[in-house]
């Protein structure tokens, strides 16, 4: 294990404007003529999937939309990792519809797909989807878009990243520099062979992946356990193995699986797991510390 060069500074870009608190759903048309402008003869596109509109929670979106006097239309058939093709049709439904805005409705799969339909869909928009793989790939060009999620998981509503499923066992993503690591790299293989959540295959990894950070990263962890666990007393690996144990145990008490074996993955598939994860280098090249495909096996068998 080698501890990454440390960064020589940073830039923090994130979403205009964020709103948060109880019954901010029924501010949403209110919010979509703020910034999409008032409603005109064009449409909102709203993106959710199958889950949200069995949940009851499509209702008051559409309410609130319906009473601010916009006409919707409605895409519901993003699923988890949400394959390129079906994040194009809401594109193209976009594009035929002729939508002054789009609103993504659920987890980091609809919002992501939100993100590329608002592109996508925006009349000086030349690219095609394949060409807007990357880093910095994408001209600040799109649709009046507003995220409504409804998971608190990978931050997709303020974060400038898209990812999609390319492939059986591949994503590609439309980032402009966004700041993850390793615990979302170890992840997506988990998601891609296994069709595990997205936030089930982060909590798998989670405290192990912090375990390997610790000889970089323990000042960090200490000062979030004085902010968790202000009980939290001794030294700064003492706070920051204390912040740890306390993320592992938060796992447990969810009653999500903690180990690899209750998810139906064998022991004899960690080394191709591996193996995939060392393709996610946008996110591991800013690992605390650096991480090779041994050590991301030596991950998976600790979570296994």
């Known amino acids: 294990m080698q501890q990454a060069a440390p960064a020589t500074g940073y830039i923090f870009r994130s979403v205009g404007h964020v709103e948060a608190g109880a019954g901010c759903l029924r501010r949403l048309g209110a919010l979509t003529a703020r910034f999409a402008g008032a409603p005109g003869r064009a449409p909102v596109l709203l993106v959710t999937d199958p889950a949200v509109c069995a949940g009851g929670l499509l209702e008051p979106a559409l309410q609130s939309l319906q009473d601010a006097g916009f006409a919707i239309r409605v895409f519901d058939q993003i699923c988890a990792d949400a394959p390129d093709h079906l994040v194009l049709r809401a594109c193209r439904r976009a594009r035929d519809d ?41 001209e600040p060009r799109r649709l009046p878009l507003l995220q409504v999620p409804t998971t608190a998981g990978s931050g997709s509503e303020v974060s400038r990243v898209a990812v999609l499923t390319t492939g059986e066992t591949t994503r590609s993503g439309i980032v402009n520099r966004a700041l993850l690591a390793a615990v979302h790299a170890l992840g997506y293989p988990l998601g891609l062979r296994h069709r595990l959540a997205h936030g089930l295959s982060n909590a798998l990894v989670l405290p192990h992946v912090l375990r390997f950070n610790l000889p970089a990263a323990a000042p960090r962890y200490a000062e979030l356990a004085q902010v ?23 796992c447990r008490r969810s009653g999500l699986p903690t180990r690899l074996r209750d998810c139906g993955i064998a022991q004899s598939g960690l080394a191709l797991l591996a193996r995939e994860a060392m393709a996610q280098q946008r996110l ?21």
């Open 228 to 250: 968790l666990l202000p009980q939290a007393g001794g030294d700064t690996p003492s706070r920051a193995h204390a912040l740890i144990d306390h993320l592992a145990a938060l």
């Open 98 to 138: 002729g939508v002054a805005a789009v609103v993504g409705l659920g987890g980091s799969a609809c919002l992501d797909a939100a993100k590329i339909t608002a592109c996508m869909a925006h009349p000086r928009q030349s690219l095609q989807l394949s060409q807007l793989y990357g880093v910095d790939s994408l």
């Open 284 to 304: 591991l090249r800013n690992n605390p510390c650096t991480l090779t495909e041994a050590d991301a096996l030596g991950v998976y068998r600790a979570a296994f």
